[in-house]
């Protein structure tokens, strides 16, 4: 089992950016895949991407060019930039250890859900 501590969500204001913090109970090197997901209010849990062991990246399509994620290897933590962000963008994120698949959408997420951070986007 790998716990996984979400952090630095926030109120801000459209146009604003976030960076979110996944801090992970062993080394990432060896999780195959992290994830990064949200899910506003009403909605189902949608995946942002993801990165793999090797630090490859994919995006959801709403994801691309605004959201991006890398990590620290040396503290085990996954961030994820948020830039220019949106009401729509309002959300709560979680980070996910999974697996990675062949093709073009390769996440496969685990079962460890840690209790996620608030983003919240205002007009």
């Known amino acids: 089992q790998v716990q996984v501590v979400e952090s630095g969500g926030g109120l801000v204001q459209a146009g604003e950016s976030l960076r979110l913090s996944c801090a992970v109970s062993?080394?990432?090197?060896?999780?195959?895949?992290m994830g990064w997901f949200r899910q506003a209010p009403g909605k189902q849990r949608e995946l942002v991407g993801a990165m793999n062991s090797f630090g490859r990246t994919m995006y959801a399509d709403f994801a691309k060019g605004r959201f991006t994620i890398f990590r620290d290897t040396g503290n085990n933590t996954l961030y994820l930039q948020v830039d220019s962000l949106k009401p729509e963008d309002t959300a709560v994120y979680y980070c996910n250890p999974g697996w990675s698949r062949g093709g073009s959408n390769w996440f496969v997420p685990g079962s460890d859900w840690g209790q996620g951070t608030q983003v919240t986007v205002s007009s």
């Open positions: 062993r080394s990432i090197l060896h999780i195959n895949a």
